[in-house]
């Protein structure tokens, strides 16, 4: 085992419970760490999660606020898990301070914010990763092999799909999810953001985009403070307007000429985490389903016509899964995928580099977010910059 790495971790949610136990469970699955993590601070306004978090994962200190983490001399690396909202400022004050940083998705609520927080990184030379966390899953990871080996040919077209139903009640609550000031630009920011990091990761960076979306539930009941969205109101409940996307469909163009639709929704009654992709080329396709995350179906060959397709159980060799599992046809779970994150994040410091995804993958999913929001509003081609 090598040095150890003082850690902090912003925000006590669920996210942060998830960092948290990754960086618990990472010396258990990659022993030989340069650096092992060691847990120094936590920040949350809310003092029972803050506790919560120190019983359960150790942390020698909690902090109301997060800049008192920040300020740490002990903490040389940060996982930010606060809200969206909170993700530029908190970025760049961690890049600014001279840590690393691992940042949860989306980086900020627009190509700005994400600008904002990859120039600090790069300023300050620190190592970032991002949480683009279903590049991790080891199916995903042979997908990218299948299509780097040339097996399915010249990619022609693909269908990326996040589609849940979160947000389907039309009596939860207005949290914050749902205002422009704190959610942005609503599904765009919480799950297409990851549809756009995996056409990216895939197939090739989107140059073109035309798109459409819609607010189907357009007022909700009001929240009180720090509700979230399955806080439930009821038909007499006083509401307030729902300021961003609960759907979104696009239709884009890669630089190499694949052509690519991409559908996310937050209110798709009777799907849950139906995630996934199907992936077109001259010889073949494939295609994975999120809920069945152990499976790649592969339809690969010379026949063209009539060509069988053969499911490929995830296996040792494929990204991670070795860390977890021993033999092919095992599963692997959510909280896996951040273990391999936390793995990237600090072998990436160690080596002087950063690790998974980076600062500057989220900064180019931004973009295709910013050019979707525009042709959304301006019902247009939008050219993605570059």
């Known amino acids: 085992m090598g040095d150890e790495i003082g850690i902090g971790v912003v925000g006590a949610g669920w996210m942060g419970h998830l960092h948290a136990r990754a960086y618990a469970r990472v010396p258990h699955h990659v022993p030989d760490l340069a650096r092992r993590p060691r847990p120094v601070a936590v920040a949350d306004p809310a003092a029972a999660a803050v506790a919560d978090h120190r019983a ?72 970032a990763t991002v949480g683009f966390n279903y590049r991790m899953v080891p199916a995903v990871a042979r997908a990218k092999r299948v299509i780097d080996e040339g097996t399915l040919g010249t990619l022609t077209h693909a269908r990326f799909r996040l589609l849940t139903d979160f947000a389907a009640d039309p009596y939860g609550v207005l949290s914050w999810r749902f205002t422009r000031e704190h959610g942005g630009s609503g599904v765009l920011n919480d799950l297409a953001v990851h549809g756009a990091d995996l056409v990216r990761f895939l197939v090739g960076d989107l140059t073109t985009v ?40 696009v239709l884009g163009r890669t630089g190499a000429g694949s052509i690519v639709t991409l559908e996310a929704s937050r209110v798709a009654a009777g799907d ?29 060959g010379d026949r063209y016509v009539d060509q069988p397709a053969t499911t490929w159980a995830a296996a040792p060799g494929d990204g991670d899964f070795a860390l977890f599992q021993p033999g092919a046809g095992n599963p692997t779970g959510f909280d896996d995928l951040k273990v391999s994150e936390c793995a ?43």
């Open 210 to 249: 035309v798109a459409d979306g819609e607010r189907f539930v357009p007022r909700r009941p009001l929240a009180g403070a720090g509700a979230s969205q399955y806080v439930r109101g009821d038909a007499d409940s006083p509401t307030g307007e729902v300021e961003n996307l609960d759907f979104v469909s």
């Open 272 to 300: 849950q985490n139906d995630y996934g992709f199907e992936i077109h080329g001259t010889r073949g396709l494939l295609s994975f389903d999120f809920r069945r995350p152990g499976e790649l179906v592969v339809a690969a």
């Open 344 to 386: 990237a994040f600090l072998a990436g410091i160690a080596e002087g580099r950063s690790g998974g995804a980076t600062i500057d993958d989220a900064l180019a999913a931004a973009r295709v977010l910013d050019a979707v929001a525009r042709s959304v509003d301006e019902r247009a081609w939008i050219d993605v910059e570059h």
């Open 56 to 127: 359960r994962y150790g942390f020698a200190r909690g902090h109301a606020r997060w800049e008192d983490l920040v300020a740490d001399p002990e903490v040389e690396a940060v996982s930010c898990a606060a809200p969206n909202s909170r993700h530029r400022e908190i970025g760049v004050a961690v890049a600014e301070a001279g840590k690393h940083l691992w940042i949860e998705k989306p980086v900020g609520l627009s190509t700005a914010d994400t600008a904002a927080v990859a120039d600090a990184v790069h300023r300050a030379g620190v190592c």
